[in-house]
């Protein structure tokens, strides 16, 4: 299997610009996690879906950010309009069943906002 | 507030010595605790997870133990290598929406030949 799926894996863009994160799940995982790693903050939960419908957006951090899930197999993280304190590397993860499990990470998108 | 603590500072040791990291958290009630393992530039990947009725767990030379009085976690290598050099994440199951994930800043390992 090839694993969870991100694009793109770096993103540079200027600040107000709006920037799209995609995520591919690995078939048959019925929960997609978003999550964003900065130093500071380290790897805080944004967002997560089951069965593409979601589950908790509590960690979305201001109304810039959205998020869809709109079939099993793709995610998108949107933040609109982006600013420079929204660098970070996004991470996807999806897991398989309601149970405590393993996630399954992608490689991350490292978003720089200029 | 609720918090999950990792310390910050990076551990140095020796190789052939055995690491100890540290998670402690605050406010939560964690049905199992997972920890991670993340290399410079990835995503981090799963290593074991523990139930909060187990003391203990253990996979080759990993050891995790779990505290829910203390509310802490340690995770141990024992026999470290080079290569368990990397930084590694404690995560928190909350039996709550599907098991929500939360993660640690995790701590920096760094085992010297």
């Known amino acids: 299997d090839a694993g969870v799926i991100q694009s793109p894996r770096h993103e540079v863009t200027e600040m107000g610009q709006e920037v799209t994160l995609r995520c591919k799940p690995i078939?048959?995982?019925?929960?997609l996690f978003w999550y964003r790693q900065t130093m500071m903050r380290g790897l805080e939960l944004l967002i997560y879906f089951n069965n593409n419908v979601p589950i908790d957006d509590s960690g979305m951090p201001e109304d810039r950010f959205s998020a869809k899930m709109p079939n099993a197999s793709f995610s998108t993280l949107k933040i609109q309009p982006s600013e420079p304190r929204d660098s970070a590397v996004y991470f996807c993860?999806?897991?398989?069943?309601?149970?405590?499990?393993?996630?399954?990470f992608g490689e991350g998108s490292r978003l720089t906002v200029l | 507030s609720q918090k999950i603590e990792q310390n910050s500072e990076a551990l140095n040791i020796q190789e052939g010595k055995t690491a100890t990291l540290t998670c402690n958290y605050t406010n939560y009630s964690p049905a199992y605790l997972q920890w991670y393992r993340q290399d410079p530039g990835r995503g981090p990947v799963f290593l074991l997870l523990i139930r909060e009725n187990e003391k203990e767990k253990r996979k080759e030379r990993l050891k995790v133990t779990f505290d829910t009085t203390l509310k802490q976690s340690l995770f141990h290598i024992t026999a470290s290598q080079p290569a368990d050099s990397a930084t590694y994440l404690c995560a928190l199951a909350l039996s709550t929406g599907g098991f929500k994930t939360i993660f640690g800043a995790g701590t920096r390992l760094f085992v010297k030949a």
């Open positions: 993860a999806s897991r398989s069943g309601p149970g405590p499990g393993e996630l399954f």
């Open positions: 078939s048959g995982h019925d929960y």
